[in-house]
């Protein structure tokens, strides 16, 4: 029996060397130009069954080109995989990846940009209708790196059946800091031990606290970094404040759950009922929509000084390495994609921002609007939106920032320290590309 | 296995505390399992309601099923097991019989080198042996996965220490009747090493099948990634956890190893056993 | 000769996936990470120094070392109470075997995953449980004196059952007279396992060490999915720093310095592994 499995082993091993080779060809089709792309997956819903089909669609239309979408996980997931296929010599010829990747990417060696592809008048034209919220992480030293395609900003989603049972206003979310956090403390219920049963507000700050974070900091009139990505400001008084009144909401109220809070979990919290308001991506709305089973309504985030949030989301880049034709196939996709009908279909299917304007004039979006009207408050707040946190060696950079927002909620560190300690990291990453 | 009781065992109240004892125990062992069951055959808003009335439901491994390439990701594994183990049934052998029977100069040396690889795998290894992959030109391939752990320093280990064991008087006696070394390796060390092969052949697979880090660093694109590597870049959301759905991929990869596991646990746990660390 | 051709295949595999990398990686590590157009020059100790002013990794380390403290001990305890459990024939035996044995056999990185949930605060398994028995609530996974021993307890869950397979097949190779002669004189039970049964375990409490403590450095699928390194560093092991730093950030050259110290602890153990085998090699 042994020798047979032996005897088995073998063939097997021979077998799988054999059809590695093979399988290694399957993928280049002789005749069709070949556009490989990742994408992450970052809200909730059916997203690779939609990407799929709009692949289909696409080749549909265009049937020399052939469509390659590749699954590459969250976020963090798909710029390592990307930068890891563009260093060893085949990246993607496009990729869906963080807006704020772009320096990093630059950095790498490894995308393209726009430019030399934007020719023809309504090229032009095509690249002037996208939201300038979305263009500012999207350009760079006077080129265009990145089109805008599933961007989003914050908001407050907030359950109006306990507003009522708290005597608030189900129609009037709050406004101001000031409110939310009266709103919160009238929203925070407490068992008979003094547990709390419900809380008030929950801003998740587990994996990338900095990106909510930012919105409390875009609010009290404080810029993170510079436009060149070469500096950051995070122990400035207005950022210090910020995060001071994000742990006061936990300490001194006492209406926000201790320590770091899962952004995964956070949805599911709001859909469980254990809290009454959250912060978190407009980019789950479709999602909240389908799994929340009461009334809930969707605002702009409360003003401090201002109102603000940081725009979020993934980009289109264009990898270098790749032939004249897949360049050509890819930047035709971007363009098809980014139509104002696909646009706002996108939009619809996810709960992303649609990226530009006339996207929401067309009937689909209209239609879609006014059965749905939480959807707008994303786009009537783009007004508010700064770029997002975004510099060289983003990776190490934003780790800076989240360790010191994650030492000041759990309170190991103040805030004022845990912001300096931060800064003082962020300068040893940032000097080198200031020289 | 003893027939006899044991001496010592415990009786009355004393062997009903120790009963109970080892019974929570192993009910809170299986807990995280049985909740991945209950869940992934409920839907969603019973993910964290523990309700008896609940409806069951299959939807949950629809999804997940057509939410990533699950059949892709189970047939890489297979491939990437299989091709590990082949390799490394053969290479261990030919080194073990290398290590037991013969005498060589420096036989000692290149042991304690193969040593090394017990305390340091090449899951540590892994930014260099990404740069040596990247060279070879085996990145984001099954091959590529395999090839650092297909020489096995515990597999050379143990086959040493059981051909050890193999009477030399067999040995000599196949020689006497004409036999290569190959052939005495073949005829008379194999078969009698057995039990170890299969204890060995069972860690090898629950390993390998189980292995992420190196996956996931290795592997980039479908064609390659390992199950282990698809659950976790299926699951890895910064959309909401949907446990329903995340429990119902989680069941679909691990349940081909549970119920092999379950269907051959005798074997399993004998083979470990008799294979015995001395 | 002929043992040097049977060799061959092994050794050469071995030496350029164990050997080959632990010197290119001390090579490596005297160099600067290329970026993009710069090539990598040779820059001494400078990335040591980093290594030596780097407050996450003097973090990594500690973490990393208590983690192996918690998790061995216990893990090896655990494991010999339930071998000697399940060889005592407590009824339910073959269930109770298979039910600590199970962990083994799944990947860690989707038992994690269910882990999660039970972390959960306010509605997860565990925040049910204590809740039942009015306990308050707490974030074990979101605050730093309790996201490490969280996933202490997930280590210790999945390791002990492996564990337990290996003292088993040892109890159950020792022979019954002992007990009996041992009864004979008056030796009470836990005297019989002090003096009698523990010593003789020994050699498998070595390999079991051993597998251990490899693994304390070796397995950080958890810390991927649960908790990626947070909150604020504490639950930052030194696999996934490495990890971090060459896959997130790129930075090859500094994490082949992280390497070496992996190595280096790595290197000791196995030293001091050797000099315990030299001993009970004479004891048989």
């Known amino acids: 029996m042994l020798d047979r499995c032996i005897r088995g082993g073998l063939a097997a091993l021979f077998a799988a060397a054999i059809g590695w080779v093979p399988t290694l060809a399957w993928g280049q089709t002789k005749n069709a130009t070949e556009v490989s792309f990742y994408y992450p997956v970052a809200v909730g819903g059916p997203i690779t ?29 798909s710029i390592t995989k990307a930068l890891t296929a563009a260093k060893s010599g085949e990246p993607p010829v496009t990729s869906i990846l963080l807006s704020t990747d772009m320096y990093t990417l630059i950095d790498e060696d490894a995308i393209q940009p726009y430019d030399d592809l934007i020719k023809t008048p309504e090229d032009k034209a095509w690249l002037k209708s996208f939201y300038p919220a979305f263009m500012e992480n999207s350009q760079t030293g006077g080129k265009t790196w990145g089109i805008p395609f599933q961007r989003s900003t914050i908001v407050l989603y907030y359950n109006k059946e306990m507003f009522k049972e708290a005597g608030l206003d189900p129609n009037r979310p709050p406004a101001t800091w000031k409110e939310m956090t009266e709103y919160a403390q009238k929203l925070t219920k407490r068992d008979a031990s003094g547990k709390v049963t419900q809380w008030g507000v929950q801003i998740p700050s587990s994996g990338f606290p900095y990106w909510l974070f930012q919105g409390l900091a875009i609010e009290n009139g404080a810029t993170l970094m510079n436009a060149a990505g070469t500096q950051t400001f995070y122990d400035k008084p207005e950022v210090v404040g910020a995060l001071q009144y994000w742990v006061d909401l936990v300490n001194k109220y006492k209406v926000h759950p201790e320590g770091i809070v899962d952004w995964g979990a956070t949805p599911k919290d709001f859909f469980e009922k254990k809290v009454a308001m959250v912060w978190t991506t407009t980019g789950n709305l479709t999602s909240m929509r389908n799994n929340a089973k009461f009334d809930f309504g969707v605002a702009m985030l409360p003003s401090g000084k201002q109102r603000g949030s940081p725009t979020g989301g993934g980009n289109f880049y264009l990898f270098k390495k790749s032939t004249p034709a897949q360049r050509e196939a890819a930047f035709k996709f971007i363009k098809w994609v980014t139509q104002p009908s696909r646009a706002a279909q996108w939009g619809i299917d996810t709960g992303y921002v649609a990226v530009r304007a006339d996207a929401w004039e067309t009937p689909a979006m209209k239609q879609y609007v006014a059965g749905f009207p939480p959807a707008l408050v994303a786009r009537d707040q783009l007004p508010y939106a700064k770029a997002e946190l975004s510099t060289h060696d983003n990776q190490r950079v934003t780790k800076a920032l989240n360790d010191g927002l994650q030492a000041a909620l759990t309170g190991t560190k103040t805030p004022e320290q845990a912001m300096k300690d931060a800064q003082a990291q962020s300068e040893r990453i940032l000097r080198t590309y200031r020289r | 296995m003893s027939a006899t009781l044991n001496v010592f065992e415990s009786r009355g109240l004393g062997r009903a505390l120790e009963t109970a004892g080892a019974w929570v125990l192993g009910f809170l062992w299986v807990l995280p399992l049985l909740y991945a069951f209950w869940t992934a055959f409920h839907p969603a808003e019973f993910s964290a309601r523990f309700a008896l009335s609940a409806p069951l439901t299959l939807e949950n491994f629809v999804s997940a099923w057509h939410a990533a390439p699950f059949a892709r990701y189970f047939l890489n594994t297979v491939l990437m097991v299989t091709m590990v183990l082949a390799a490394q049934l053969v290479l261990t052998t030919l080194a073990a019989y290398a290590f037991a029977r013969f005498e060589f100069p420096g036989r000692n040396v290149l042991f304690a080198l193969v040593l090394v690889q017990l305390m340091v795998m090449p899951d540590v290894l892994i930014v260099e042996n990404y740069r040596t992959m990247t060279v070879i030109g085996l990145k984001d391939t099954i091959l590529g996965i395999g090839l650092p752990y297909m020489a096995s320093a515990f597999g050379i280990f143990l086959l040493r220490q059981t051909f050890k064991g193999v009477p030399r008087e067999l040995d000599e006696a196949a020689r006497v009747e004409g036999c290569t070394p190959l052939q005495v390796l073949w005829k008379v060390y194999v078969p009698l090493a057995r039990p170890t092969y299969l204890a060995y052949a069972l860690v090898s697979v629950s390993y390998h099948w189980n292995n992420f880090l190196w996956p996931l660093i290795i592997t980039n694109s479908v064609e390659a990634r390992p199950v282990t590597v698809g659950l976790q870049v299926f699951s890895a959301t910064d959309q909401g956890i949907d446990w329903s759905i995340i429990t119902a991929g989680t069941l679909l990869t691990t349940a081909p190893l549970l119920i092999a596991f379950l269907l051959f646990q005798r074997q399993f746990v004998q083979s470990f056993m008799r294979a015995g660390i001395r | 000769m002929y043992g040097w051709l049977l060799l061959l295949p092994a050794m050469a595999l071995l030496a350029l996936f164990t050997h080959y990398p632990a010197i290119a990686n001390l090579w490596h590590s005297f160099l600067a990470t290329p970026k993009g157009e710069r090539p990598a020059g040779f820059v001494g100790l400078e990335n040591y120094e980093q290594l030596v002013e780097d407050p996450i990794f003097w973090q990594a380390l500690s973490n990393n070392l208590w983690y192996a403290v918690g998790t061995i001990p216990v893990s090896i305890a655990i494991a010999l109470l339930m071998a000697v459990w399940v060889n005592d024939r407590i009824p339910g035996r073959g269930l109770l075997r298979l039910a600590y044995f199970t962990p083994t056999v799944l990947p860690m990185i989707a038992v994690a995953n269910i882990w999660l949930f039970f972390y959960t605060p306010e509605y997860g398994l565990l925040e049910q449980f204590t809740g039942a028995f009015g306990m308050p609530s707490h974030n074990w996974l979101g605050s730093k004196s309790t996201a490490l021993p969280a996933l202490m307890i997930v280590t210790i869950w999945k390791e002990a059952g492996f564990f337990m397979i290996f003292y ?25 396992f002090r003096r009698v049964t523990f010593p003789l375990l020994m050699p498998t409490t070595l390999f079991v060490l051993v597998n251990a403590v490899i ?6 699928d958890h810390v991927v999915v649960m908790t990626r390194g947070g909150p604020d560093n504490a639950t930052e092991l030194l696999l996934y720093y490495i990890y971090e730093i060459g896959f997130r950030f790129w930075d090859s050259a500094y994490a082949a310095a992280l390497t070496m110290v992996l190595l280096a602890i790595l290197g000791l153990c196995a030293l001091a592994q050797f000099f315990f085998l030299e001993r009970r090699v004479h004891y048989q």
């Open chain 3, 215 to 220: 693994n304390a450095f070796r397995l950080v």
């Open chain 3, 168 to 192: 088993l097949a040892a109890l159950q190779s020792m022979s019954p007279h002992l007990a009996d002669a041992a009864a004979m004189e008056g030796a009470s039970r836990w005297y019989f």
């Open chain 1, 49 to 77: 069954k939609i990407v799929d089909g709009l692949a289909a669609d696409f080749e549909k239309e265009n049937p020399g080109i052939k469509l390659k979408p590749i699954y590459s996980g969250s976020y963090q997931d």
